[in-house]
């Protein structure tokens, strides 16, 4: 059977498709997406996605809806193309991941951040920080062979004044990697300097004055793998999805 095959299987023969849960549930997927968020461009990305990938095609459609809910509430389009959120196959289950682009984005959303970047160093590459009274970080690139990855860092800078950064070695960065369940497969195999960057801004992030919305990114992202999205779903189509004491399957009473 193709994959639009899949995609497009009359309810009779299976509990639910993608796209026709897409359809049903149109309506409250733009209730709980942030203001500006355009629910159906969110879908037609969701919908490549799963089309590009065999594996994804084959998750329980449940659980690949809750990690759209989870997406469309962070207003973090999926897909590589953006690089905001990566919906991941593990089994059967829809896992998503976020990205450091997505983690970026929540950053300037908060309104606190004036800038926040990541960056790969480089054996090559001129590198030197110190914690202090004042802390100092300078990177200076290799212009021609910048040999291979020695670790990562992240910098913010903060509206009102102060920078936060954060450094990580390649032992810290392969130590988030092999605790990810997603770790050996998805964008920690196809775009690892990617994950390596994010792993630097989650880090960073506990030393910002972060909102909601990088509260709930962050819960998600601790999670992913352990998260039940067929649940995630259910919650959020039948009442207020929002994060209490720390969980991220409660709906509202």
């Not at 594996?55 to 329980?60: E, H, I, R, V, Y």
């Not at 090559?124 to 110190?130: I, V």
């Not at 630097?200 to 998600?220: D, H, M, S, T, W």
Request: include cysteine; proline fraction near 5%; glycine fraction near 8%.
């Amino acid at each position: 059977m193709s994959i639009s095959d899949k995609l497009n299987t009359p309810t009779s023969q299976q509990p639910a498709t993608v796209p026709a849960m897409l359809k049903q549930h149109n309506a409250r997927l733009k209730t709980i997406a942030p203001s500006g968020i355009d629910v159906n461009k969110f879908s037609a990305a969701l919908m490549a996605e799963v089309r590009n990938s065999p594996k994804l095609a084959d998750c329980n459609p449940m659980s690949i809806l809750g990690a759209f809910i989870k997406s469309t509430q962070l207003g973090l389009e999926p897909g590589a193309a953006l690089g905001h959120c990566y919906f991941v196959p593990f089994k059967s289950e829809c896992t998503l991941v976020m990205g450091y682009r997505g983690m970026m984005e929540l950053a300037y959303r908060s309104g606190r951040v004036q800038s926040i970047a990541a960056r790969v160093i480089y054996q090559n590459d001129e590198f030197s920080y110190s914690f202090g009274i004042s802390d100092e970080l300078s990177h200076k690139p290799a212009t021609d062979d910048r040999g291979s990855i020695t670790g990562v860092y992240a910098i913010a800078k903060l509206v009102g004044g102060g920078i936060h950064f954060e450094v990580l070695s390649m032992a810290d960065i392969e130590k988030a990697r092999k605790a990810s369940k997603a770790g050996s497969s998805g964008p920690w195999r196809d775009h690892f300097e990617e994950m390596a960057k994010k792993t630097a801004i989650r880090r960073l992030f506990k030393y910002l004055p972060i909102g909601i919305e990088l509260n709930r990114a962050i819960v998600i992202d601790e999670t992913a793998g352990k998260q039940h999205n067929d649940k995630t779903a259910e919650s959020v189509l039948e009442g207020d999805f929002e994060i209490m004491d720390g969980s991220i399957d409660q709906p509202v009473s």
